[in-house]
């Protein structure tokens, strides 16, 4: 069954804190990873695709990387407006992304 | 970027009666459109695959009598939460796929709140 793991399941950062989020997966036939950012009461906002292992992609203070296993998510010098839910999703062979509970992510100045 | 509307952003009804959310690809044509639903805190969980012209395909354990999905156009996909109830209060949330891309774009949501 496929499966999707985020974690922490929150964290707060001090600004400019970097850190990085998680997302463990388990997928017959990974036809993609998806990196979505929530805020409070709005649908996901799409932020990065990875398709492969080793691929790594980059916004503004974000970036994606992508082994076999999990996808990294590194925030570098957080601002406040990074505060968000940052949501991970697999799409395997059914075509369905499959979401994780996300991270939720506060970042105090 | 391709854009998802949906509407409305928020209703309100009262316990049994039907309410209707619509979901438009502005700029582009949907042949597959996805429904989620959304309890606080919690993930999204897919409740049904709506293609365009056919049945939708709904998920284990959703009702596909309460929750009726019609995509009767390749820009607009529909879902009617029938004879609601409070347990059915959520955070109702579509996605299109876009084309060629493969990508998934997500409406602003729409929240439902049955008294």
């Known amino acids: 069954e496929d499966q999707v793991t985020q974690s922490p399941e929150a964290l707060r950062l001090q600004e400019g804190e970097s850190s990085s989020l998680n997302c463990s997966y388990t997928?017959?036939?990974?036809?993609?990873l998806f990196w979505y950012r929530q805020d409070p009461g709005k649908g996901p906002e799409f932020l990065f695709t990875l398709y492969s292992a080793g691929e790594e992609k980059e916004k503004e203070r974000l970036k994606a990387t992508l082994t076999k296993k999990e996808s990294f998510l590194h925030i570098t010098a957080p601002k406040p407006e990074d505060s968000a839910t940052y949501l991970c999703a697999v799409q395997g062979g059914y075509n369905k992304l499959i979401f994780g509970a996300g991270t939720r992510l506060a970042v105090h100045p | 970027g391709a854009v998802v509307s949906q509407h409305p952003s928020r209703v309100i009804c009262k316990s049994g009666t039907s309410v209707k959310i619509e979901c438009r690809s502005l700029?582009?044509?949907?042949?597959?459109m996805f429904w989620y639903r959304q309890f606080p805190k919690q993930s999204l969980m897919l409740m049904a695959t709506s293609n365009e012209g056919s049945k939708a395909t709904y998920e284990q354990g959703v009702e596909k009598d309460k929750f009726l999905i019609n995509h009767a156009s390749l820009t607009l996909s529909t879902l009617t939460v029938t004879s609601a109830h409070p347990e059915d209060s959520s955070f109702y949330i579509c996605s299109a796929k876009g084309q060629g891309t493969g990508e998934l774009f997500f409406g602003e949501g729409s929240r439902l709140t049955v008294l």
């Open positions: 700029d582009f044509q949907a042949t597959t």
């Open positions: 997928v017959s036939g990974l036809r993609g």
